[in-house]
């Protein structure tokens, strides 16, 4: 009897495991390119037009726009929960200080209800403005499936599974594979740090106190660390904002991999790529000349992984809904 009901609890267990992973990719094979053809042909458009009104006025809303979007898919999955607003709702946790391009995305959602009331998600909003924005960055554009539907939970107690500046190696490729991505996926990802900026509070521990003798990170470059300690002195201002791509700040291209090839990355867990074997060898093809046959095209590769991270956990009419304002629910 007891043999019995040991194979029946681990058939039950598999059949639930089974169970859960069909249900990840029959939510994700609900997105489709052009979901919005008929029932809001221009929405797209009115997307890319307002992300590029901004992006004129403010070019680095850019990466605000793509971590805003990489923040809400990691969290409750891409269901747009990080735009609802709160005490307690995921833009009150630490990791989500500094979001940014809230204004982005409520101001697209509101031209599309004055065309198309009660169609268009805030999460497609946040997917196809992050996609825009790598775009308008000389970056790589891609076709964005769509279909989301808006998430009704938003807990700042949930961002704790949030990537971090301080995580190893082993803990960031944890984080990803527990989202269903792989560490080819999280080098590529990552690459979005060839854009965008940080604090000083978030890398100045580098500079002067790595180790407890007050020694440097000994993975920074001299040149670089001398660089920094002058953006960055001891008793400065922890906020002063610095370039994750100090090379080419403005421009979505390979620089950033180039960075850590020659210890002139920022952040620690980004130069921490480079001392491990298996995320060293990514960074090495992506950080090459060569390109296509040869070597990965990191413009290419970007595309397919940013689809593949936007589809995580998305929601459909039965745990989801389309917001009439991105920062609460219905």
Same mark, same amino acid.
């Given at each position: 009897?007891?043999?019995?009901?040991g194979?029946?609890?681990?058939?039950?267990?598999?059949l639930?495991?089974?169970?859960?992973?069909l249900?990840?990719e029959v939510r994700s094979?609900?997105l489709?390119?052009?979901y919005y053809? $008929?029932?809001?042909?221009?929405?797209?458009?009115?997307?890319?037009?307002?992300?590029?009104?901004h992006?004129?006025?403010?070019?680095t809303?850019?990466p605000?726009l793509?971590?805003?979007?990489f923040?809400d898919?990691f969290v409750q999955?891409c269901d747009?929960?990080?735009?609802?607003?709160?005490?307690s709702a995921?833009q009150a946790a630490?990791?989500?200080?500094?979001?940014?391009?809230?204004e982005?995305i409520?101001?697209?959602?509101?031209?599309?209800e004055s065309v198309?009331?009660?169609v268009?998600?805030?999460?497609?909003?946040?997917?196809l403005?992050?996609?825009?924005?790598?775009?308008l960055?000389?970056?790589p554009?891609w076709r964005?499936? $769509?279909?989301?539907?808006?998430?009704?939970i938003?807990?700042?107690?949930?961002?704790?599974?949030?990537p971090s500046?301080f995580?190893?190696?082993?803990?960031?490729?944890?984080?990803?594979q527990?989202?269903?991505l792989d560490t080819?996926?999280l080098v590529?990802l990552l690459?979005?740090? $060839?854009i965008g900026?940080?604090d000083c509070?978030f890398f100045?521990?580098r500079l002067?106190?790595?180790?407890?003798t007050?020694?440097?990170?000994p993975?920074?470059?001299?040149?670089?660390?001398t660089?920094?300690?002058?953006?960055?002195?001891?008793?400065?201002?922890?906020?002063?904002?610095?370039?994750?791509?100090?090379?080419?700040?403005?421009k979505?291209?390979e620089s950033?991999y180039?960075?850590?090839r020659?210890g002139?990355?920022?952040?620690?867990?980004?130069?921490r790529?480079?001392?491990d074997?298996? $995320?060293n060898?990514?960074?090495k093809?992506?950080?090459s000349r060569?390109?296509g046959?040869?070597g990965?095209?990191?413009?290419?590769?970007?595309?397919?992984?940013m689809?593949?991270m936007s589809?995580?956990?998305?929601?459909?009419?039965?745990?989801?809904?389309?917001?009439?304002?991105?920062?609460?629910?219905?």
């Open positions: 009897m007891g043999v019995y009901l194979k029946y609890c681990y058939v039950m267990i598999i639930v495991l089974v169970m859960l992973v249900g990840k094979q609900l489709k390119n052009g053809s $008929t029932s809001c042909p221009k929405a797209e458009s009115i997307v890319r037009s307002t992300v590029q009104s992006f004129d006025s403010d070019p809303i850019s605000g793509l971590r805003l979007h923040h898919c999955g747009g929960s990080v735009l609802i607003k709160g005490k995921e630490l990791a989500n200080l500094g979001l940014r391009g809230m982005v409520d101001d697209a959602k509101s031209r599309l198309c009331p009660g268009v998600s805030c999460a497609d909003i946040l997917a403005a992050a996609r825009d924005s790598v775009d960055s000389d970056g554009s964005v499936p $769509t279909g989301r539907k808006d998430g009704r938003s807990l700042a107690t949930e961002a704790s599974n949030l500046p995580d190893s190696v082993a803990v960031q490729k944890q984080k990803f527990d989202k269903g080819h996926d590529t690459g979005a740090h $060839t900026q940080t509070l100045r521990y002067y106190n790595f180790t407890v007050g020694n440097s990170d993975t920074i470059s001299p040149s670089f660390l660089q920094l300690k002058t953006l960055c002195p001891p008793n400065g201002d922890g906020s002063k904002r610095v370039a994750l791509d100090i090379g080419s700040p403005s979505f291209d950033f180039k960075n850590l020659d002139n990355a920022i952040l620690e867990s980004d130069q790529l480079w001392s074997a298996e $995320t060898a990514l960074v093809k992506y950080a060569l390109r046959l040869l990965f095209r990191f413009d290419y590769e970007f595309g397919k992984a689809i593949k589809s995580i956990d998305v929601k459909t009419d039965v745990d989801g809904e389309v917001r009439k304002v991105c920062s609460k629910v219905n």
